[in-house]
C-alpha cells in the first residue's frame, strides 16, 4: 500500500516577512512589533510549525514579491481532511503567527544560553 503525498498547493503560506521586525505593518509584517522576530527564516518557521505537530511543506525558492533576495516559503495545513485541528492552540493563521514567533523566539534563547562565553572573558581590574 502507497501513501500519496498531500497536494499542498492550496495549502496557507507563511513567508519569513510576516514575522520580521524590521518591516512594518503596512510593508509585510502581520504580527505585532513587540511580539516579531529579528530575520526569521523560513528554516526556522518551518521547525517551529513542526514543533506544533502541524504538516508543513518548505518551499525554498520561493520569494515574497516585497524580499526578492530573501529565500523561502512554508506552506501548512491548520485541519487534517476531516476538519480536526492538527494542533487545538493554533485554530487560525493569526494564531499560528504568534505561536511561531514564541517557538523561534524561545529557541533563540535556548541556543544563546548553550553559546560559551565569548573568549577574553576576564576583565582588567584596577591594580
Known sequence: MTTAEPDTSKWPVIYPIYLD????????????????????????????IKSLNIPTQLEATKRHPATPRQLGRIRFQLQDDAGSLWNEDADNKQTLLLLIANAISSARKEESAKQPAA?????????
Do not use: F, N, Q, V
Open 21 to 48: 521586525k524590521s518591516y512594518s505593518l503596512a510593508k509585510g509584517r502581520r504580527i505585532a512589533k513587540d511580539m516579531a522576530l529579528e530575520s526569521p527564516t523560513a528554516k526556522e518557521i518551518e521547525a517551529a
Open 119 to 127: 573568549k577574553g572573558g576576564k576583565k582588567a581590574g584596577k591594580k
